[in-house]
């Protein structure tokens, strides 16, 4: 059963606590001026925008068919069936076409290191492979980051919708985007107030290039045939050329 | 054997100084990382050189293929005497790509990792395969070159007798590689301004690739006359001036179509930032070109075809790179401008590449039908930086 993150805004009370706890189980620096940094970036996985007494939180949307993997020439990104989109550095070359190819700009660079990779939120595979819930869900002291079967969680999110009309827009970010993600957000205001685009593609973003890399394998005996058999075509010039000069030197020697 | 002279020329100098920055940036970028190196950051995670040393430079070695399949494929014996010149530019156009690769990976020491580690569905591995047969076969289809010139008659013949094969992989790999280039940005839909994201990127690629190297001959030929004194042979000229006519109105019309049934088209007419670098692209790469090329006194014309060549690689160059960049600058909310470094370490890589194919002009077999011929008065460009092996030959 693939697993997701139901965040739901007009729970939060933008304590901050799941940027801690994300930075503790990643190991990553944080203080008063990491956490009023309100962007995503290589040394911060997630981040709560704040808008008024409206709240938002930002992290990897763990796609269920997700662009990074789709595009990375090497495997490094891989979707795993428990819903982590996870990364290994050990298999990147650094083209970072994953960061170029992330419809919601997820993947960070390293650029100050000699040797860097790309860093984003995984998901908390590690916790999620041992049955455990993510570091920002244990943590949500309101239960706005909440954890569990996506299936579940899109039938909660639809029914605090359907029971409480008007706290909520009606839209669950996440349900079809770019063909759905592991993270689910709800929200009384406008997505595009917190910058997330209300316009995108109902489509696995993967498809666009597969319906196109997938002939590729067809492609290739058709052209190399078309090619060679162009060649054999117009080099006839020379076979007709030589059989004719081999004819007249039959003939010259036969006088 | 006469060593020659090493003087100073303005050209040499220009040479040497970006060299020596080169030397310095690439410094900075293995040992301080690229960060330090460049002003790419989390919002422009591809710049410049993907931009102009990857994107640009395999398109400027189009004339490789383009030409190759008209005189080995189709025959067009009339073409021969040119091959070899774009063949040159072809394999040095993919070493210096994977070369500015080196720059641009994080993880340079990783390149080989798509050989092991394999993901069919990602079109950058379809890329690294495409580079990496296409640069062998540019070597094999450059080979005859350097065995002519060392006499090697065995292994000429048998380099010869699979020529067909090498030339057939070759426009296989190239249509394949030029196209998919395009491609890469196919899974950009919301990301990629309108007036380049197209499901028909990998047809506009291609189809400007053989725009680009038809126009890359010209201006190859233009150049070699100038700077080798070599005879300007114009009447090819002319002739893949027609050809190049006919390549851009259907690329043009085809932008048109495209565009229109996008709905996108009114936007070309409403000023904006992309609508600027759109327009731009378009007179350079399709409009001036077309335009001059359909008045028949500049067709017919050594400057009004030279003219019309470098318009058309401007323009594609403007393409590649708002493809690039202008193309994502609105979707990732930021503007990019490439840092110094960047442009040294590019312009490094163009230096070499002129300098390169001015070596080898010199001393190996390129204009084989002219062996006899005397160099004209003119001075060849790059005699400064020959290496005095076979000076005295």
């Keep these: ?255 | 054997m006469t060593i020659p002279r090493v003087r100073f020329t303005f050209w040499k100098a220009i040479f040497l100084f970006i060299m020596a920055a080169g030397v310095y940036c690439t410094y900075l970028r293995f040992f301080r990382g690229l960060g330090a190196a460049t002003h790419l950051s989390d919002q422009f995670p591809w710049g410049l050189w993907i931009g102009f040393d990857v994107m640009c430079g395999v398109m400027l070695a189009a004339g490789g293929f383009t030409l190759t399949a008209a005189v080995e494929i189709f025959n067009i014996e009339r073409f021969h005497s040119i091959v070899r010149p774009t063949i040159l530019t072809a394999f040095l156009g993919y070493l210096l790509v994977c070369a500015a690769l080196m720059y641009d990976l994080g993880l340079p020491w990783n390149i080989w990792h798509p050989l092991i580690m394999r993901n069919p569905h990602s079109v950058m591995f379809e890329v690294a395969y495409c580079v990496m047969f296409y640069t062998t076969v540019l070597a094999l289809e450059f080979s005859p070159i350097v065995l002519e010139h060392f006499k090697l008659k065995r292994t000429l013949q048998v380099v010869r007798s699979l020529m067909v094969v090498f030339v057939i992989l070759g426009v296989l790999l190239s249509t394949l590689h030029q196209s998919s280039l395009g491609t890469l940005y196919l899974i950009m839909p919301n990301k990629l301004h309108p007036f380049w994201w197209s499901p028909l990127l990998p047809v506009f690629f291609f189809l400007s690739a053989i725009a680009v190297g038809l126009a890359m001959t010209i201006f190859e030929s233009s150049m070699s006359s100038k700077y080798f004194g070599r005879e300007l042979e114009l009447p090819i000229l002319r002739e893949l001036g027609r050809v190049l006519v006919v390549v851009l109105a259907l690329y043009g019309i085809l932008k048109l179509e495209d565009l229109y049934h996008r709905g996108v088209l009114k936007l070309a007419f409403v000023a904006g930032y992309e609508q600027r670098f759109f327009v731009l692209e378009m007179v350079l790469s399709v409009i001036a070109p077309l335009g001059l090329l359909l008045i028949p006194k500049v067709r017919e014309s050594a400057q009004g075809l030279y003219l019309a060549a470098v318009l058309t690689l401007l323009g594609f160059v403007t393409n590649r790179l708002n493809v690039t960049i202008t193309g994502v600058e609105n979707a990732v909310g930021g503007r990019y401008t490439p840092k110094w470094t960047e442009v040294v370490i590019t312009a490094m890589f163009v230096a070499l590449g002129f300098a390169i194919f001015g070596l080898a002009a010199k001393y190996l077999p390129i204009f084989p039908e002219e062996k006899a011929h005397i160099p004209a008065l003119r001075e060849p460009a790059f005699e400064e930086f020959a290496v005095p092996v076979h000076a005295g030959d």
């Excluded at chain 1, 996870?86 to 000699?114: I, L, N, Q």
């Excluded at chain 1, 909520?168 to 205001?189: N, R």
């Design chain 1, 1 to 255: 059963m693939s697993k997701g993150i139901l965040y739901d805004a007009t729970m939060c009370i933008g304590c901050k606590q799941c940027e801690q706890a994300c930075a503790t189980e990643n190991g990553l620096p944080y203080d008063d001026k990491i956490a009023a940094q309100e962007v995503t970036s290589a040394h911060k996985y997630t981040t709560v925008l704040v808008k008024d007494d409206k709240f938002m939180r930002r992290l990897c949307m763990n796609c269920d068919d997700p662009a990074c993997a789709s595009v990375c020439p090497v495997g490094a990104m891989k979707k795993t069936a428990l819903g982590p989109v996870t990364y290994d550095k050990s298999r990147c070359m650094g083209c970072r076409y994953c960061m170029a190819a992330c419809v919601f700009s997820v993947p960070k660079y390293e650029w100050d290191k000699a040797v860097p990779g790309v860093r984003k939120c995984i998901m908390c595979s590690k916790r999620v492979i041992a049955g455990k819930p993510t570091a920002c869900a244990e943590i949500c002291p309101t239960g706005a980051t909440k954890f569990g079967d996506r299936d579940e969680l899109l039938e909660e999110a639809k029914k605090r919708m359907h029971d409480n009309p008007g706290n909520y827009l009606p839209h669950i970010f996440g349900e079809t985007e770019v063909g759905g993600t592991s993270v689910m957000l709800l929200s009384s205001i406008p997505f595009n107030q917190f910058g997330y685009r209300t316009d995108l593609t109902e489509r696995a973003l993967p498809m666009y290039t597969y319906q196109v890399l997938s002939r590729i394998p067809d492609f290739v005996p058709l052209f190399g045939t078309m090619l060679g058999g162009i060649y054999w075509i117009t080099h006839r010039r020379e076979d007709v050329a030589e059989a004719e000069a081999e004819e007249k030197r039959q003939k010259g020697g036969g006088r």
